[in-house]
T-cell receptor, first 114, second 113 residues
Framework: ETGVTQTPRHLVMGMTNKKSLKCEQH?????MYWYKQSAKKPLELMFV???????ENNSVPSRFSPECPNSSHLFLHLHTLQPEDSALYLC?????????????FGPGTRLTVL | QKEVEQNSGPLSVPEGAIASLNCTYS??????FFWYRQYSGKSPELIMSIYSNGDKEDGRFTAQLNKASQYVSLLIRDSQPSDSATYLCAVNGGITGTYKYIFGTGTRLKVLA
């Protein structure tokens, strides 16, 4: 167990639904990340938060809306998703934003959009 | 050109052999390099990080970095069937931003019993 938890672990939603993914880290880290992992593609960075402030939005469509109320919690709000958004969504954390920092991943949420 | 390139495999090695996984990267100013292991249906798990040229050993794992050749590798000694997984190379600290990891697509390793 890496100290990063994610809920739910599996989610099936229709294109008109609204749902949220939750991430919590128990490592005392200050930076948190959302990644998307699709089959046959490298991990794609979506958002970066540092001390609960967003520092990176990697050209993510607005149907994905992140929220970081504090350094330990990160949410990804989903609405009007498309079938191509089906993927594994991974949360990660690191002690700080720096070159020499190790990121630790949560177990992920497997999302299926019907 | 892909920013971080890995052979997708599968790389098949017999149990007890040395598995050699390779990764090349395009951003010459990259500073830090990471290897993750990902079992099917699971999330990536950090194996090692390496920041300086040369070798770094941790148990059965050895990471090797050659910044001049823009090449990083992972050796797994005495490979076990439980090492069968996809190994992801990640590179950080290049001109794209000091906190932005760029991942390769991973190499699938199969250790044959």
């Amino acid at each position: 167990e890496t100290g990063v938890t994610q809920t739910p672990r599996h989610l099936v939603m229709g294109m008109t639904n609204k749902k949220s993914l939750k991430c919590e880290q128990h490592l005392g880290h200050n930076a948190m990340y959302w990644y998307k992992q699709s089959a046959k593609k490298p991990l794609e960075l979506m958002f970066v938060y540092n001390f609960k402030e967003q520092t990176e939005n990697n050209s993510v469509p607005s149907r994905f809306s992140p929220e970081c109320p504090n350094s330990s919690h990160l949410f990804l709000h989903l609405h009007t998703l498309q079938p191509e958004d089906s993927a594994l969504y991974l949360c990660a954390s690191s002690e700080k934003l720096a070159e020499y920092n190790e990121q630790f991943f949560g177990p992920g949420t497997r999302l299926t959009v019907l | 050109q892909k920013e971080v390139e890995q052979n997708s495999g599968p790389l098949s090695v017999p149990e007890g052999a040395i598995a050699s996984l390779n990764c090349t990267y395009s951003d010459r100013v990259s500073q830090s390099f990471f290897w993750y292991r990902q079992y099917s249906g699971k999330s990536p798990e950090l194996i090692m990080s390496i920041y300086s040229n040369g070798d770094k050993e941790d148990g059965r794992f050895t990471a090797q970095l050659n910044k001049a050749s823009q090449y990083v590798s992972l050796l797994i000694r005495d490979s076990q069937p439980s090492d069968s997984a996809t190994y992801l190379c990640a590179v950080n600290g290049g001109i794209t931003g000091t906190y932005k990891y760029i991942f390769g697509t991973g190499t699938r390793l199969k250790v044959l019993a």
